[in-house]
C-alpha cells in the first residue's frame, strides 16, 4: 500500500488548519463595529447587567451623553463602583450593542460623584392622558381626543437614534402590532398606533414619513408617525413618565410605551425596552368590545 509522502500530510494539514481558522473568523457578529469609549460611572444595575456612564464624544459615532450600556463582563461589574472612571470598547451589531474590554480606574475616595438626573414621575393606570396637540407623518394637525373610542399605543422615539436596542427596537416592535392590526380587523378597527418624535425640531412631517415607510410599508392606516410644538411633545413624554434633552445633534432619552383605554385613561405604562409586542396585544385583546 502507497503511503502519501510526509511532504503532501503537512501541506494538508495547513489546508485544514487554514480553512478552520477561516470559518472561525466567519462566525463573528455581522456587521460588528466598535469605538472607544470613554467616561464616568452614574449607576450601575447589577440585576439587568448595566451601567450609566456619562462619557465623551465617541469619535465617529455619538456625542458626549449620559446613557445606559449593557457591560458584558461579570467581574467588572462587581467592582464598578458610581464615580468611578471606565474606558471600553463600544461594540455594535445588526442584533445589539454592549461595553467591552473595560478599563476601570477607581474614584478618589472622600469625593462624591454627581447623583443621577431624577426621572420624572409616573402617572397611575387609570389617569387621565393629556389631549396633546400634534401634527401627523402627512402635515395633518390632529389631538389625542380624536382617537377617543379606540385604544392608542403610544412610543417615543427619534429618526436619529444611533442605538439598536432603543429607538429601531420600539419601531420593529410597533411594525409586528402593525401587522397584527392589519390582519385582524376587528382589532385593527378598536386600536391605532402612535409613534411620538422626541427631536420635533429636525423630524418634520416629511422626515417622519420617510421613516415611518421603512417600518409601515406604507401603509398608515393604523399608525401615525407625529411631531409638533415642542412643549407639546415634552408634556406628553413627562405624563408618561420619559425623561429626555437633546445634546450634540442626538437626544438622551428613557423608553416609554403607553397604552391609552378606548375613554382616554392611562391603561398601562411599558418601561424600557424588554416588553413584546404579544403582550400589548393581550392587553388590547382584553379590552371590552364596545
Not at 502519501?4 to 489546508?15: K, W
Not at 450600556?69 to 468611578?84: H, Q, S
Not at 411620538?196 to 393604523?222: K, N
Request: with cysteine; net charge neutral.
Amino acid at each position: 500500500m502507497n503511503h502519501p509522502p510526509r511532504r503532501q500530510l503537512c501541506l494538508l494539514a495547513a489546508i485544514l488548519l487554514a480553512s478552520s481558522l477561516i470559518y472561525g473568523c466567519s462566525s463573528k457578529p455581522t456587521n460588528e463595529h466598535r469605538y472607544e469609549l470613554k467616561g464616568r460611572v452614574v449607576s450601575i444595575d447589577r440585576a439587568k447587567g448595566e451601567v450609566t456612564v456619562d462619557h465623551e464624544d465617541v469619535k465617529g459615532y455619538m456625542p458626549a451623553m449620559t446613557m445606559a450600556f449593557p457591560l458584558r463582563d461579570a467581574e467588572a461589574l462587581k467592582v464598578l463602583e458610581a464615580g468611578d472612571g471606565l474606558q471600553a470598547s463600544l461594540v455594535i451589531t445588526d442584533e445589539g450593542y454592549w461595553l467591552d474590554t473595560p478599563v476601570i480606574t477607581k474614584s478618589i475616595p472622600g469625593v462624591s460623584p454627581a447623583a443621577p438626573p431624577a426621572g420624572a414621575s409616573e402617572p397611575q393606570p387609570g389617569a387621565e392622558v393629556p389631549d396633546v396637540k400634534l401634527v401627523n407623518q402627512d402635515g395633518r394637525p390632529f389631538s389625542l381626543k380624536q382617537f377617543r373610542g379606540r385604544a392608542l399605543v403610544v412610543t417615543f422615539v427619534y429618526t436619529r437614534c444611533p442605538l439598536p436596542d432603543y429607538c429601531p427596537l420600539m419601531s420593529a416592535n410597533f411594525a409586528q402590532l402593525n401587522s397584527a392590526l392589519l390582519k385582524e380587523e376587528a382589532l385593527g378597527g378598536r386600536a391605532h398606533l402612535l409613534s411620538v418624535t422626541l427631536d420635533p425640531e429636525y423630524d418634520r412631517p416629511s422626515v417622519l414619513r420617510a421613516y415611518g415607510a421603512t417600518y409601515a410599508g406604507g401603509r398608515f392606516d393604523r399608525w401615525d408617525f407625529a411631531t409638533g410644538d415642542p412643549a407639546e411633545v415634552r408634556r406628553l413624554a413627562e405624563f408618561c413618565g420619559l425623561t429626555y434633552k437633546a445634546e450634540g445633534g442626538q437626544v438622551v432619552h428613557s423608553l416609554r410605551t403607553a397604552v391609552v383605554a378606548p375613554d382616554g385613561k392611562l391603561l398601562k405604562i411599558y418601561r424600557g425596552n424588554e416588553w413584546k409586542p404579544d403582550e400589548v396585544l393581550g392587553d388590547l385583546r382584553n379590552l371590552p368590545a364596545s
